[in-house]
């Protein structure tokens, strides 16, 4: 009947707005991403594809948006902040202000200078439950999931990624605290860690580098998600709920 369709809908309505409800929902988010060779713009999308009303202060093209990524971080507190570096030199970033941070702030990092660099950057990995970084460039080889129950993981089939000609592009991690997502090998093995969560449970360091992955956009809303508290909804539950509205 007319009426129990729209008791059903409004049933709908309930479950969609406490699905809602119950997601974290970030105010400010402090990015500092590489973007050049047509990379590096998936982590901004994906923030606008999550929290359309969020703040979000995003600086790139080196040593200019490196100082302002600074002078934010140390100008108040974040709910989300992300260093994605794979293009200019990492060391005009502040990492150990990034260090000082992290045990009440959930931090990705990724970085083609983490055993290069000289402001801290390992210091940081150490942190974050990683012991040793390898980085390594071309040729291009297969990425794998090795919990693919992980929120980070959920519904990314493609782990394939590409090479914007760059020396070093990604790293091969071995861990301490920190717990392997990702890896460069079928299965887990020890050197080999890509993405990890950090020692502090709330927090991403990567040496696979999610820019120029062939998922960039849903790999950076599962990685957000997962900072943010948020656990990844499965696709056909949203359309369940729709079908509710199209009747």
């Known amino acids: 009947s007319n009426l129990n369709g729209e008791i059903m809908k409004l049933l709908g309505l309930l479950l969609l707005l406490a699905v809602a409800a119950s997601f974290a929902q970030p105010s400010d988010i402090l ?36 100082t302002s990524f600074n002078n934010d971080l140390a100008s108040q507190a974040w709910d989300i902040v992300v260093i ?12 150990m202000m990034v260090n000082d941070v992290y045990d009440t702030t959930p931090i990705f990092a990724s970085c083609w200078e983490w055993t290069g660099g000289t ?40 782990w394939g990624w590409n090479d914007p000609g760059l020396g070093i592009l990604n790293a091969r991690f071995t861990v301490s605290s920190a717990t392997p997502v990702t890896g460069w090998t079928a299965s887990p093995t020890v050197g080999q860690a890509g993405i ?6 709330m927090s991403v360091i990567s040496g696979y580098t999610p820019a120029y992955s062939n ?10 998600g997962f900072m ?16 509710l509205f199209d009747e």
């Not at 994605?84 to 990492?95: A, F, H, Q």
């Not at 439950?129 to 390594?136: H, I, P, T």
């Not at 040729?139 to 693919?148: G, L, R």
């Not at 056909?236 to 079908?243: A, F, L, N, R, V």
Request: charged residues 10%.
């Open 84 to 95: 994605e570096s794979w293009y200019y030199d990492s060391d005009g970033l502040d990492w």
């Open 31 to 66: 990015i500092y991403a590489d973007v050049e060779l047509g990379y590096g713009t998936a982590v901004t999308t994906a923030c606008g594809n999550l929290w359309p009303g969020a703040n979000v202060n995003s600086y790139s093209g080196g040593t200019a948006g490196q």
């Open 196 to 201: 990890c969560v950090a020692g502090n449970g």
């Open 215 to 224: 998922s960039a956009v849903p790999l950076w809303e599962n990685i957000l």
């Open 228 to 243: 943010a508290g948020t656990p990844a909804l499965e696709r056909s539950t949203w359309g369940e709920i729709k079908t």
């Open 119 to 158: 402001s801290g950057q390992m210091t940081l990995a150490n942190t974050m439950g990683v012991s040793g970084a390898a980085g390594f460039g071309a040729p291009v080889i297969p990425h794998y999931a090795w919990d693919s129950g992980h929120p980070i993981c959920s519904g990314i089939s493609d």
